[in-house]
């Protein structure tokens, strides 16, 4: 990208809506990397807009800074990300957004009844788990937590 055709912080966090404290603290996180001209102003690249957009959807979904890290670096350095680029990110993405989601709808579903988690204090759990007998599978709550998980 040249450099004379980059954006500036300013723009970006425009576009975005992320204050500019924002923008260098996802720069710092490596999830956006601008170029510095000779004076030392950063530039983006307008897909860093789409980055930094997807980046805010991900964090409202509780989506990690670590994995927001890991994903992005699957996309290319130095050179805007091409559709298929998108894609390929989109698919592992995809993986991990269905569990998400799978998981959602596990406590959506049994959120008023036995959950696992070995408290017994419902009538209820008494059928699901008597004796608490999930505890051998882990701390928590495991009718809604995959093992291993």
């Known amino acids: 990208m040249p450099i004379s055709q980059g954006l500036t912080i300013g723009a970006v ?28 102003h950063r530039r983006y690249d307008r897909s860093d807009i ?3 957009s997807f980046v805010m959807i991900a964090q409202e979904l509780g989506v990690s ?7 992005m670096q699957t996309l290319p350095q130095g050179r805007p990300p091409s559709k ?10 995809r993986k991990d957004l269905d569990a998400r989601i799978a998981k959602a709808e596990r406590l959506r579903d ?16 008494a059928l699901y788990n008597p004796q608490d007998r999930v505890r051998v599978d882990g701390t928590g709550p495991r009718y809604l937590i995959e093992a291993g998980v």
């Not at 809506?17 to 260098?24: E, H, N, P």
């Open 110 to 125: 049994k959120l008023d009844g036995c959950i696992g988690c070995g408290c017994l204090s419902l009538s209820k759990c």
């Open 50 to 52: 789409r980055k930094l």
């Open 84 to 93: 298929g680029d998108w894609t390929r990110m989109a698919t592992k993405f």
């Open 65 to 71: 800074l670590k994995e927001l890290g890991v994903l």
């Open 13 to 40: 966090a425009a576009r975005t809506g992320l204050a500019v404290s924002a923008i260098r603290f996802y720069e710092t996180h490596g999830l956006v990397t601008p170029i510095k001209n000779a004076s030392g």
